[in-house]
Structures are given as C-alpha cells and as structure tokens.
C-alpha cells in the first residue's frame, strides 16, 4: 500500500476527493479543510493498493495539484485494515508488477545527478578495483562493484527512453561520462603515486591474473551477463526491491573495467587498456538495451492488465 498526502488548493478538493473516491484501490480518505499554510489549502489523505497509485498519482497531476498544490507519496510497511485488503482486493493485477512511472523518474533523476558525491564514489570504488586487478584479488574486485553508483545513470537513461525524457537523458549520459572520465583520471593519478611508493609494479599488472584477467579479455558471456544484470536491476527498481540491486552491482564489470583500463594506460599497457575500454562499453550497452527492454515489456503488459480490467468492469 501507498500513502498519498495531498495539499490541494480549496476550490480543488472537491475534484481531488471525486477522483480518490472513483480509483479502485483507494482506502482511508481523510479531508482536513484549512490545515495547510504553506501553500494554502486543504490536507487530503488516502491510502491505494500500489498497482492503482500510478493511475491515481497521473490523475491529480492532470489536476495540476502537483503545481497548484503538493503530492507527497509513501510506502506503508504495515497496514492492519480490512479495508486495505479489500482495496487490495479490487486493484488490477499485483503491486509487485506496478510501475510508479512518477516515482521512477524521480528517484532516477537524483540517482543521475553529477554531484561532488557521485563521482567520490565512482573515484573511490575505481581506485578500490585497481588494487584488486594489480593484487589479483577477487575480493576486492567484488567490493569495488559493490560501492561504485554508475547503476543510478544507466537506470535513468532506460527510464528517459522510454518515457521520452530527453533532460533525464542528457543527465544521465553526462554523469556517466563526465563520472567515468574523472573517476579514471583519478585512478591514473593513484596509479603513478601507488607505483612512486613501490605498492604497484608493471610486473603484476603484466602478469597472468587468472583471478582478474577477463576485465580486459571481453567476450559474449560479459554481454549476456550484463543484459541479465540490467533487467534484474530495472526489476529491482520497479518493484522496490532494492536489495537486489547489490546482486546487480556485483555482476557487471563496469568499474574493474574501468580500473584496469586506467592503470594499464599509466604503465603503457595500451592493449590491455583497450580490452578493459570494450569491456566496459559492453558493459554499459547490454545494461541499457536490457533496462529499457524491460522497461517496454513492463509497460506493455500493464496496459494490457489495466485494458482487460477496464473492459471486465463494463460487463453487465
């Protein structure tokens, strides 16, 4: 379930309630007129099962309470209500299967931001991979995937596709590239002092590395590991499952990728540097097709979903 709390402007709640009372799904409807200061108006509460709050949340935007007034949603964790369950009930399909497009956008658009944050992380988790591929330690490798953010970007660029949002794409794509490329400077930056002070050698990074070596040996089995890893990611997001996107994170090679290829350029291993640069390009490009093919698949069945529950309820 899902809590809306709407302030909606006073000669709007009228049309606010008539919308929440005909959504199928909606439960707890409370009205408190005046209480809002900040904009002024009224405070409308509900509760609606999450496969009927996309339909709601769209419906009050086309009311402009998302200008004229606020919407603020939230995620109930326990809810002990035989309405609820009946709200439940009567939504189309299941909550696990809904797509709140506006909550989607949202967290994806402040995943993709280009922050001083952002590109810590990705710095951090580059340097962390790059002592992993010099000491051949899987261990480290995995722990860098696991701290490096670039999933925020590559699921707001699916997002973007799909929803037609060119900003939230142009964002997207900025802060992976801008984050990559600082992030890898970064690294050649560490690389030399980490070799000044004799912890690195060209030797090791020579070397067989059976641990570590496929960073920068790509083949098909990179690709179809990251079109798996980019639909589980988008399933994850869609659902609010987000502890699977640590499986996620840890499946792909985008950063030890990019921590080989910015250590082997500091030592002059240009062909090294060059395979880890496909392996993280193909990384990249199997994450988005998968996430936006997702995304599509996802959209497509929904709309089926809400089409045969709308021509059920038209049945005499």
Known sequence: MLHLRLITPADRTAEVVRLVERTVGTTHLAVVPGAARNPPGDLVMCDVAREA????IGGLRSLGIDESGSIAVENIDLSLSRRA???????????????????????????????????????LATMIAACGVVLDNAILIVGAMAVGPEFGPLAGFCTALVQRAPRLAWRSFMALIVGFAAAMLVTVAFSF???SVNLFEASKLQAERPNTNFIYRPDWFSFVVAVLAGAA???SLTSAKSGALVGVAISVTTVPAAANAAVAFSYTEYKQ???????????????????TLTLLA???????????????????
């Not at 496909?278 to 998968?290: D, F, K, M, S, T």
């Open 193 to 195: 002092f980490m070799d």
């Open 85 to 123: 369950d009946k709200a439940e009930e009567e939504a189309p399909g299941e909550g696990a299967d809904a797509v709140l497009w506006e909550h989607l956008e949202d967290a994806t658009h402040e995943e993709s931001t280009l922050s001083f944050t952002y590109i810590a992380f990705l710095s």
């Open 53 to 56: 709050g996309d339909e709601l």
């Open 298 to 316: 996802q959209k497509y069945l929904w709309a089926k979903q809400r089409q045969r529950t709308a021509s059920k309820a038209t049945l005499p």
């Open 233 to 235: 990611g988008m399933l």
């Open 273 to 291: 540097a060059w395979g880890s640069t496909e392996q993280l390009l193909l990384n990249l490009l199997g994450i988005v097709l998968a996430g």
